[in-house]
């Protein structure tokens, strides 16, 4: 659905400037991430939903694309990137709302039953993609968590061998186009041998490959705009729509992941160049998009719940209740955590970059009307 632009909206210079940059990052993105959270919801549902485990690739290429912006945007204003305070930044973004869920469920555990599994170990220590872990959606995590370690330290090499060079992340690209290869190979490889789900497809060296199709976006985003602006026409909207089908056609298998992230690539491609809407219903999905962390790390919770407590009630009853219970209480453990945490981290260690959004935003009204894709792209990253 196209987003519309309202009507004013780049009418106030630099303070509109900033209210678009704002919404672009919340509406455009976010309204992904929400798409992407419902669809894990009813992946986890019921087994019969099994294609809405591909919002989790859906989460992995927008993650590739935002996160790499971060670290572009930091070696522009600054020429190099802060590997140790990336990381510091990321922790108090990731890991209060995480241990406070593995807390507070781990408590429920050991009332209920006495006893604490050593499972949760992979989970404290973000490996329950490779080992025996307590909750199941924490796969993801770890993916995610890895892709936070290597990325940064992989740009750090990509800058010393290009002498710091803007040209340096030119071989992104083709670093992205090997990495799909060898983890096609390795899917197909472990297809053949893997037992479970989890052996199949849960392993970093298995996913990453949908992360870097992201991080090739943000390149494009960010060092060739004008390429990047190609991807706000419909034709890329439908192209990646219609890859979903076969994705959505074979869920679980070498191939659906494979064709998912691809088209999930479009869909973000195209998406972080559509304008503010005020279309209800795209603003109700960025509203879940803006707190999907926390659903998603909950969802596992009441997901528990409504199979213990009520498993008997018909599903007109009990999959709203689960569906509603879950974003409201994702959104209220965010509030409570995830946001406090973030303002903590902004007072504490403010981005880098801060001071060269600002100076951006004093851009005369004219100029402001004729932005460009590539040029709104370089301030979607505020909660980040």
């Known amino acids: 659905m196209p987003f519309g632009r309202p009507e004013g909206s780049l009418c ?11 919404n672009q990052r919340t509406q455009s993105l976010d309204v992904l991430r929400g798409v992407a959270v419902l669809m894990v919801l009813l992946c986890h549902y019921s087994p019969i939903l099994e294609f809405g485990g591909f919002g ?9 694309f935002l996160i790499s912006g971060l670290l572009f945007e930091e070696f522009k204003a600054t020429g190099s990137i802060n590997v140790w305070r990336f990381w510091v930044r990321r922790g108090f973004k990731i890991y209060p709302p995480f241990y406070v869920f593995l807390l507070l469920t781990v408590l429920a555990l050991w009332l209920i039953t ?20 307590l909750w199941m959606h924490g796969w993801s995590l770890a993916v995610e968590e890895h892709f936070y370690i290597a990325l940064p330290l992989l740009f750090l090499l990509l800058l010393y061998i290009g002498r710091r060079s803007p040209r340096s992340f030119r071989a992104i690209p083709i670093l992205s186009i090997g990495m799909s290869i060898s983890c096609v190979y390795m899917r197909a490889l472990a297809a053949h041998h893997a037992r479970t789900w989890d052996e199949m497809f849960a392993p970093t060296h298995l996913r990453m490959d949908s992360l870097f199709a992201g991080v090739t976006l943000g390149y494009y985003a960010h060092f060739d705009a004008e390429s990047f602006a190609e991807a706000r026409r419909k034709l890329v909207l439908a192209f990646g729509l219609l890859l979903t089908l076969p994705a959505f056609l074979f869920p679980g298998t070498v191939v659906g992941v494979t064709v998912a992230y691809v088209a999930f690539a479009c869909i973000v491609a195209w998406a972080a160049s559509q304008p503010y809407s005020a279309n209800r219903l795209l603003r109700a999905l960025a509203w879940v998009g803006y707190y999907s962390y926390s659903i998603y790390l909950w969802h596992g919770a009441t997901q528990v719940f409504f199979d213990v407590v009520l498993r008997p009630a018909a599903h007109v009853i009990r999959f709203p209740l689960y569906l509603a219970s ?7 453990m965010s509030k409570l955590v995830e946001v406090p945490a973030l303002r903590l981290r902004n007072r504490v260690f403010p ?19 004729s932005l460009d894709a590539g040029l709104v792209i370089e301030a979607v990253h505020v909660q980040d």
């Open 326 to 332: 879950t974003i409201l209480l994702g959104m209220g």
């Open 56 to 64: 989790v690739d859906l989460f992995f290429v927008l993650s590739g």
């Open 12 to 22: 106030g210079g630099m303070i509109a400037l900033r209210r678009q940059w704002v």
């Open 114 to 133: 006495g006893q604490v599994p050593r499972d949760v170990l992979a989970d404290i220590f973000f490996v329950q993609n490779y080992f025996p872990h």
């Open 351 to 369: 981005s880098l970059t801060s001071k060269a959004t600002t100076s951006t935003l004093t851009l005369s009204p004219a100029t402001v009307s």
